[in-house]
């Protein structure tokens, strides 16, 4: 099993649309969850750290569920500007601070 | 906003020779990172740097593989005998400390080896 998993898309949807992303990860130890975004050929960016308890920043809206070892993202009213791929992130353990990264979701926002 | 800054953005090179790749992490940061991506393949941990030594360091980073931290402001990433293999864009990270370790990632060195 992947140490983080997620379904590499493409996601495409018209702009205002709301759009989940889903991701697993395997190692029940893991302590800290990300998400970045990544536009082409460009360096992976915080978007969020993602809380047991969820966590909102504007249109975005990430939640954790560490019993089935799940994380997700939700974007709402997508903007053209929201195009890119999407990766989930986990710290393995809490006494590592290496971050492993899933493959990756791409989103297109069409006009 | 602070950030992460990388030099050369991009670095062509010959098998076997050795290249330097710079970085000037965020200034009130602790800890640095090295991470690298081939092209269309996720990123990878290369290593992590704390208190002017490697905290850890992934199965890629062999002993062509070196880091160090020159001065108060570079961290570099040595490659001794470069391979084909080696070609990626690799990337700087660092981050503050304490949880949950947010990395803040520099715009990468696109590292191709002919």
């Known amino acids: 099993r992947k140490e983080v998993e997620q379904d590499p898309g493409p996601f495409n949807v018209p702009e205002g649309a709301t759009v989940a992303f889903n991701c697993t990860y395997s190692n029940s130890a893991s302590q800290s969850f990300f998400w970045y975004r990544q536009d082409c050929r460009k360096e992976p960016k915080l978007l969020m750290s993602v809380y047991s308890s969820g966590n909102e920043d504007g249109r975005f809206t990430a939640q954790l569920n560490r019993a089935s070892q799940y994380i997700s993202l939700l974007i709402r009213d997508s903007k053209l500007s929201d195009s890119a791929t999407y990766l989930c992130v986990v710290n393995p353990s809490g006494s590592a601070r290496q971050l492993t990264f899933g493959s990756g979701t791409q989103l297109t926002v069409l006009p | 906003e602070p950030e992460v800054t990388q030099t050369p953005s991009h670095q062509v090179t010959q098998m076997g020779q050795e290249v330097i790749l710079r970085c000037v992490p965020i200034?009130?940061?602790?800890?640095f990172y090295w991470y690298r991506q081939i092209l269309g393949q996720k990123v990878e941990f290369l290593v992590s740097f704390y208190n002017n030594e490697i905290s850890e360091k992934s199965e890629i980073f062999d002993d062509q593989f070196s880091v160090e931290r020159p001065d108060g402001s570079n961290f570099t990433l040595k490659i001794r005998s470069t391979k084909l293999e080696d070609s990626a864009m690799y990337f700087c990270?660092?981050?503050?400390?304490?949880?949950?370790?947010?990395?803040?990632f520099g715009p990468g060195t696109r590292l191709t080896v002919t």
């Open positions: 200034s009130n940061h602790l800890y």
């Open positions: 990270a660092s981050s503050e400390g304490g949880d949950p370790y947010e990395q803040y």
